[in-house]
C-alpha cells in the first residue's frame, strides 16, 4: 500500500573518547535508526552499543535492538508492533526480551513537526546476570506501555524531540517504569547535525537490589544522516 520505497534511509550516531598515560580511558559507541516503507506501511530498526573502559576496568557495557512495524489505517490511528532486545552489564540485564502491539494516534501534525500518543501491551522476560538465558513462562510479565512523543523541526535547522514512556506492570501498577529522552539538533552541513539528548530511565523495581532504581545520561553527539 502506498507509494514505493525509494531507499533505505536512516542515521548513524558514532562516539569516541580514547586516552592514554596518566588515565587510560575507551569510550566509545554507535547507534543506527534505519527506516524502510511506503506511505502507508513502514518498518524501523534502532540499534545502539556502548562500551567504556578505565584503567583496564570495565565501567559501561550495554547493547540495544528495536525493530517496529507500523501500518497508517488513518490520518489519526496507526497501529504498530514491535520487538525489542537489550543487554546492560552494570544494572545486571543479562537479557531482556518483549513483544507489543497496539496503535499510535496522531493528536497534531504540520510540516515537520508532530505530536503523538501511543498505547501497547507488551510482554517482557528479563534475565539478571548471573542467570541462564531461557524461557521461563513463570517470569513473564505484562505491562502497559503509554507514550507521548513531540517532534519539532524550525526553519533555521533546528529539531527538538522529545518522548516519555510510563510503563505500569497490569496486574502489579506499583511495578512501574518512566522513560525519557529529549533532544535537539543543528544540522551543520547537508548531511550532518551536532546535537545533544538527555535520557532518563526510572524502575521501581530493578532486577536486583543492588540497582539504582534511577539512571539519567546527557550525550553530546555528531549525527551522519543517509
Known amino acids: 500500500p502506498g507509494s514505493e520505497a525509494t531507499g533505505l534511509p536512516g542515521s548513524a550516531t558514532l562516539k569516541g573518547n580514547i586516552k592514554t598515560g596518566n588515565t587510560d580511558l575507551i569510550d566509545v559507541g554507535l547507534a543506527t535508526t534505519t527506516v524502510y516503507g511506503s506511505d502507508d506501511f513502514q518498518t524501523s530498526l534502532k540499534a545502539a552499543i556502548n562500551y567504556g573502559e578505565k584503567s583496564d576496568e570495565t565501567y559501561l557495557y550495554n547493547s540495544f535492538e528495536h525493530l517496529r512495524i507500523r501500518y497508517k489505517l488513518t490520518d489519526f490511528i496507526t497501529p504498530e508492533a514491535f520487538v525489542q532486545h537489550q543487554f546492560n552489564q552494570f544494572?545486571?540485564?543479562?537479557?531482556?526480551?518483549?513483544?507489543?502491539?497496539?496503535?499510535?494516534?496522531?493528536?497534531?501534525?504540520?510540516?515537520?513537526?508532530?505530536?503523538?500518543?501511543?498505547?501497547?501491551?507488551?510482554?517482557?522476560?528479563?534475565?539478571?546476570?548471573?542467570?541462564?538465558?531461557?524461557?521461563?513462562?513463570?517470569?513473564i510479565v505484562s505491562r502497559w506501555?503509554?507514550?507521548?512523543?513531540?517532534?519539532?523541526?524550525?526553519?533555521?535547522?533546528?529539531?527538538?524531540?522529545?518522548?516519555?514512556?510510563?510503563?505500569?506492570?497490569?496486574?502489579?501498577?506499583?511495578?512501574?517504569?518512566?522513560?525519557?529522552?529529549?533532544?535537539?539538533?543543528?544540522?551543520?552541513?547537508?548531511?550532518?547535525?551536532?546535537?545533544?539528548?538527555?535520557?532518563?530511565?526510572?524502575?521501581?523495581?530493578?532486577?536486583?537490589?543492588?540497582v539504582e532504581k534511577l539512571d539519567t545520561a546527557t550525550t553530546i553527539r555528531l549525527t551522519l544522516s543517509y
Open 91 to 139: 544494572t545486571s540485564i543479562k537479557f531482556r526480551g518483549l513483544v507489543g502491539l497496539g496503535a499510535a494516534f496522531s493528536l497534531w501534525s504540520q510540516d515537520a513537526s508532530h505530536l503523538v500518543f501511543g498505547s501497547t501491551i507488551m510482554v517482557e522476560q528479563e534475565v539478571a546476570s548471573g542467570e541462564s538465558i531461557k524461557f521461563d513462562a513463570d517470569k
Open 145 to 210: 506501555s503509554n507514550y507521548l512523543q513531540i517532534d519539532f523541526k524550525t526553519d533555521t535547522n533546528v529539531t527538538f524531540s522529545s518522548t516519555i514512556f510510563v510503563q505500569p506492570q497490569i496486574t502489579d501498577v506499583k511495578d512501574i517504569r518512566v522513560l525519557n529522552e529529549t533532544g535537539f539538533s543543528v544540522k551543520v552541513r547537508k548531511n550532518i547535525s551536532l546535537g545533544s539528548s538527555f535520557k532518563l530511565a526510572y524502575d521501581s523495581r530493578p532486577i536486583s537490589e543492588s
